[in-house]
């Protein structure tokens, strides 16, 4: 049977310099994704990339 599936998400306030905002921005728009979803493609390639003691890759 198929079921439709909705990812769960969290709001979640982050600070961050203005000069990456607008790095952000501009990658965001010519790649025509939302600032967001680049954001979040960032830091899930950051922490799948992380290097860990021991060469253990980060498992949450």
Known sequence: ????????SSNKTVRMPDSLIEKLDKLAAKNDISFNQLVIQ?????????????NDKLTI
């Open 1 to 8: 049977m198929f079921e439709i599936k909705k990812p769960s």
């Open 42 to 54: 960032c830091c899930e390639y950051a922490i799948s990339h992380l290097d860990q003691p021991n």
